[in-house]
């Protein structure tokens, strides 16, 4: 079966400093990937999404940047981050029509 | 552009009470329709989904949605609540064709049960 991971679960950050989110996804191949913010009240904001390896959309404009260096593992990163990076990151893998979701990780930038 | 409005933001129940939560999409086409639920502490799963067929949909935990097209509405219910119903609860819209499958989602619905 599958499954996928993230870590790590929290992560408290300063301002300014960088970030890197990893998620990985066992069980399957070459499954589309995804990156969500969820903020409590506004639901879930999409932000990357990638069919391939190498293969990024970007959904908002904002402080990050995805990257896919291997078919199963997604990874979401800043260069500096802002205050209003802080939220709960979720990735998300999909087969033909089905999105499945990671436990998420908890960033706090302060 | 396309769009989930679930109407319900925050529902209170008593346990056996009867639910149902709405959501309506726009859009014209072809829709796969999804909820999810977030209990506490735990990562998003699916709850059920439609893609075609009979429009009533059963899902786990007793949960059952129906899929009315001429309102654009596929709300989610349950004869009778528990407390470990007690979660936040996604609906979400896949709409068109071509290889991203990209979701439309709701705001969610906090609903809380309560013993």
């Known amino acids: 079966s599958q499954t996928i991971h993230q870590w790590p679960a929290t992560l408290v950050q300063p301002v300014g400093s960088p970030l890197s989110l990893e998620c990985t996804v066992e069980g399957t191949s070459n499954p589309n990937l995804y990156w969500y913010r969820q903020a409590a009240g506004r639901g879930l904001q999409l932000l990357f999404y990638s069919v391939g390896i190498g293969q990024i959309s970007s959904e908002v404009p904002q402080n990050l940047s995805a990257s896919r260096p291997q078919d199963r593992q997604f990874i979401l990163s800043s260069k500096k981050l802002l205050l209003s990076d802080s939220g709960f990151y979720l990735c998300a893998w999909s087969d033909v029509d089905t999105q499945y979701f990671g436990p998420g990780t908890r960033l706090t930038v302060l | 552009a396309q769009s989930v409005s679930q109407h319900n933001h925050h529902v209170i129940l008593s346990e056996a009470a009867s639910l149902e939560l709405g959501c309506n999409y726009s859009y014209g086409g072809t829709v796969n329709l999804f909820w999810y639920v977030q209990y506490p502490g735990q990562h998003l799963q699916l709850l059920l989904k439609y893609f075609s067929g009979d429009p009533l949909v059963k899902g786990i935990k007793g949960f059952e949605a129906e899929f009315i097209k001429s309102k654009f509405s596929f709300n989610l219910r349950k004869p009778s609540v528990q407390w470990s119903d007690t979660a936040e609860y996604f609906c979400?819209?896949?709409?068109?064709?071509?290889?991203?499958?990209?979701?439309?989602w709701g705001l969610g619905t906090s609903l809380a049960v309560n013993p």
């Open positions: 979400a819209v896949n709409a068109g064709a071509g290889n991203n499958r990209k979701l439309i």
